[in-house]
């Protein structure tokens, strides 16, 4: 009984907000860092987004480009993000066990970023090959 009484404390907490802005982004600097712990999906992302932000630098594109490359950078970012949430959310609720809601949900959510990489490269394809067909 002592153990439920403790539980249920505890959730009410969780469903608190912090009534100190620094204290919120502090949280969301956590779970960001969460994620780049974790997250070998994102740890590749980035990798491309610093790279193509790089090449965006190197063959001197527009400040509009580089707002559109940004944008799409952080949309595949952002998208990694909330996947790895909701895969969490998922595993906490069906803890071990197969549920074929489960997996629509896990898969629709890796399709989401997977569209939005798709997107990242069709974006990056059409501001960089005119710039490097410049080069030849």
Known sequence: MEKKIKYLDNRKESYKTSSNIFIS???ACNGIS???RTSRNFKIQLIFAVTSL???FL???SIT???ILIATIMSVLILEILNTSIESIVDLVVK???SFLAKISKDTSAGAV???SINSVIIAVYIFIPKIKLLF
Do not use: D, P, T
């Open 34 to 36: 969460y994620v780049l």
């Open 114 to 116: 997977l569209l939005a």
């Open 25 to 27: 982004f502090k949280y």
């Open 59 to 61: 063959l001197k594109i």
């Open 96 to 98: 071990k066990e197969f």
């Open 54 to 56: 790089i090449i965006g």
């Open 65 to 67: 480009n580089h707002v």
